[in-house]
């Protein structure tokens, strides 16, 4: 079946950098186009950043913009985040997902969007 298993997060002080690492498995990950998303205590899940399936196109959060980069690596069926000049409002779990399509070049930034989700990564960032 279908694994996406993240991995990276942990507690950083303000200013610092973390990389996390999506590892899927069970599907043909060329044919998937990818997403970060976070969710903070009380809140809901919003977008971080996304991956179309080719890695040509990117899109971001303007929270998050210019301080996280996604980035994938198909031959390892990995999705990376990137993540520095990390601020305290920035502390969330970070799930990964996945979104079959025939598209390329496509971003998808809704999470109803997408197929399969991993069980998350905490990450911490303290003033």
């Known amino acids: 079946q279908v694994q996406l298993v993240e991995s990276g997060g942990g507690l950083v002080q303000a200013g610092g950098a973390l990389r996390l690492s999506c590892a899927a498995s069970g599907l043909t990950f060329m044919r998937y186009a990818m997403g970060w998303f976070r969710q903070s205590s009380g809140k809901t899940r919003e977008f971080v950043a996304a991956i179309s399936r080719n890695g040509s196109a990117t899109g971001s959060a303007d929270s998050v913009k210019g301080r996280f980069t996604i980035s994938r690596h198909n031959a390892e069926n990995t999705i990376y985040l990137q993540m520095n000049s990390l601020k305290p409002e920035d502390t969330a779990v970070y799930y990964c997902?996945?979104?079959?399509?025939?598209?390329?070049?496509?971003?998808?930034?809704?999470?109803?969007?997408?197929?399969?989700w991993g069980h998350g990564t905490q990450v911490t960032v303290s003033s």
């Open positions: 997902a996945a979104k079959f399509t025939g598209y390329s070049r496509q971003l998808y930034s809704n999470d109803t969007a997408y197929d399969f």
